[in-house]
């Protein structure tokens, strides 16, 4: 079940990515601060979370917001699956849920940014596979011989 992020759930997502091999301190702290952003001014429209709940235990989430200072683009600022539940569709879910979200917004882009590096290769190949493409990349943003890759999915919203 997708649902919406309560204040309860903040520790049970750190938790969550702290089992997560790619993530370092730091990127949980960012992620963490947009969790408590969101629980502790639930009437804030910057970052909406959802979160995959199953038996009782949150397996996963995303966290979507629209881009500022434009009309229709969102950015998929994290989105994350229990490592213990791999293998389940988690994943492909709340991306799912996350274009819904967007489309249901009159969103036409949704946005992802990730790191290049091989440790990365899992995450590259899950945008490539729900048909995402590679629509920037900066060299060495995150540190020399680290580029920034933005994958994008457009969204025709006159069909919806």
């Known amino acids: 079940?997708?649902?919406r992020i309560k204040q309860s759930d903040e520790v049970?997502?750190?938790?969550?990515?702290?089992?997560?091999?790619?993530?370092?301190?730091?990127e949980i702290k960012v992620a963490?601060?947009?969790?408590?952003?969101?629980?502790?001014?639930p009437d804030?429209?910057?970052?909406?979370l959802y979160v995959y709940e199953n038996d009782g235990k949150i397996v996963g989430y995303h966290c979507t917001g629209k881009r500022p200072l434009t009309d229709?683009?969102?950015d998929l600022y994290w989105i994350a699956s229990d490592p213990e539940a791999s293998g389940k569709g988690?994943?492909?879910?709340?991306?799912?849920?996350?274009?819904?979200?967007?489309r249901s917004n009159n969103g036409r882009w949704l946005l992802a940014e990730t790191s290049s590096k091989e440790s990365y290769a899992s995450t590259q190949n899950f945008y490539l596979r729900?048909?995402?493409s590679i629509i920037s990349e900066i060299r060495d943003f995150y540190s020399v011989g680290d580029d920034l890759?933005?994958?994008?999915?457009?969204?025709n919203n006159k069909n919806h």
């Open 1 to 3: 079940m997708i649902r």
């Open 12 to 26: 049970e997502i750190e938790n969550m990515l702290t089992r997560i091999p790619n993530f370092n301190e730091a």
């Open 32 to 41: 963490m601060e947009l969790v408590n952003i969101s629980v502790m001014n």
């Open 44 to 48: 804030q429209t910057d970052y909406h």
């Open 72 to 74: 229709g683009v969102y």
């Open 90 to 102: 988690i994943g492909k879910q709340l991306l799912e849920h996350a274009e819904e979200f967007v």
């Open 130 to 132: 729900n048909k995402y």
């Open 149 to 155: 890759l933005v994958f994008g999915k457009y969204f």
